[in-house]
């Protein structure tokens, strides 16, 4: 199964009512508004975040300066991954961390930016899988 945006513009392909019945996450945890490209058969998936002002992390990181806490940007990945495990056919299954290597954050994320989630699957098994990530805005 391929399923895949049109055109530049990108179009939903999962929304947020559809991500609120695959994820357990809720406000102000839930860190995916869409998914905007989804390919069962190359085991990827691309997920989107759009961050205004009023979420509760930028209160208080950094006040005056206000930056998306890294841990969080791995959490939006992490559930990125969790939807593309979900439609793999790994319902009965929660995306949970168990390993992090090689992370890297080259820049940082402020209200008004839309935080792009590339996850490409490695492989998923009966006790746990392992994706591959980035996270961007403005490629």
Do not use: W
């Not at 994820?23 to 961050?51: A, T």
Request: charged share 20%; net charge neutral.
């Amino acid at each position: 199964m391929s399923i895949s945006p049109c055109g530049s513009d990108r179009e939903t392909v999962i929304g947020v009512r559809e991500i609120l019945e695959i994820l357990p996450q809720r406000y102000p945890f839930l860190l995916v508004d869409r998914i905007i490209h989804l390919d069962l058969e190359k085991n990827e998936i691309v997920g989107q975040k759009n961050l205004t002002v009023n979420e509760t992390f930028f209160q208080g990181h950094f006040p005056g300066i206000p930056i998306m806490p890294g841990v969080l940007v791995l959490e939006a990945l992490a559930q990125t991954g969790g939807i593309l495990a979900y439609k793999k056919g790994y319902q009965d299954k929660i995306a949970v961390f168990l390993n992090i290597t090689d992370v890297k954050f080259r820049k940082p994320i402020y209200p008004g930016d839309v935080l792009t989630l590339h996850i490409q699957s490695l492989f998923f098994g009966a006790k746990g899988g392992r994706v591959q990530g980035v996270a961007k805005v403005d490629n």
